[in-house]
């Protein structure tokens, strides 16, 4: 089977991955990669309407629902978007997927990582990111970023935002190979070198 290449960009939020993912796109485009941008939750279809319950329900919402909504984006996401998209031997760029489910559900809400480890496993049906960048920045700097307009997750405090963070930082040590770390308090042109670097080693 022929085989693209498949890289996560996951951080915190507001640490400025949307702005390196897309400049990482254009960067591959405009050397005649052919590309697949896209997220989670709610790359398009399901997942958009999954997105919406996620980020704007207002009732609430218990850990174990939104974990399962969020992994119900990713087995749909996986089957029916990035899956086929790697069998045609596209470079998949997704803005958040299963270390997201780590970081905020895991380490954030307090729920079992082994449990998560198991689940993302089933939702991923042996799909894993050949690259993982990890966009590392202090909590107040990335919260002052996403400023007054919040939704649900962004809503849920510092110290949530803090465990987040170590969880990205302690997922990096133990698997160093995949998740590499980059300083996301950098310029933005300083932080595109640093991917492209990582990007160019595979
Ligand atoms: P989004 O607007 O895409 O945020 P960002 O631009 O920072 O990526 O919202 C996604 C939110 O959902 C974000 O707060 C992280 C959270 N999330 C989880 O809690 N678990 C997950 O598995 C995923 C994929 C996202």
Do not use: W
Not at 32 to 37: C, E, Q, V, Y
């Amino acid at each position: 089977m022929q085989r693209g290449l498949f890289i996560t960009f996951e951080g915190a939020d507001g640490c400025g991955k949307t702005t390196q993912i897309k400049l990482l796109d254009e960067y591959l485009r405009a050397r005649g990669k052919s590309t697949l941008l896209t997220r989670e939750p709610g790359a398009k279809g399901l997942g958009v309407k999954l997105r919406e319950i996620l980020l704007n329900y207002e009732g609430p919402v218990s850990p174990n629902c939104e974990s399962f909504l969020f992994l119900a984006d990713r087995a749909q996401h996986i089957d029916c978007i990035i899956k086929p998209a790697l069998e045609e031997g596209k470079i998949v760029l997704c803005d958040r997927h299963t270390d997201s489910t780590v970081a905020y559900q895991g380490y954030g809400r307090g729920l079992d990582i082994k449990q998560i480890n198991m689940l993302n496993n089933i939702a991923v049906n042996g799909i894993k990111p050949d690259l993982t960048i990890v966009f590392d920045i202090d909590i107040q700097t990335s919260l002052a970023r996403v400023g007054n307009e919040k939704d649900r997750m962004e809503s849920a405090g510092i110290d949530f935002f803090n465990r987040v963070r170590n969880g990205y930082l302690e997922i990096a040590e133990k698997e160093p190979e995949r998740v590499k770390i980059i300083n996301a308090s950098d310029t933005i042109d300083n932080i595109h070198k640093k991917v492209v670097e990582l990007v160019e080693k595979l």
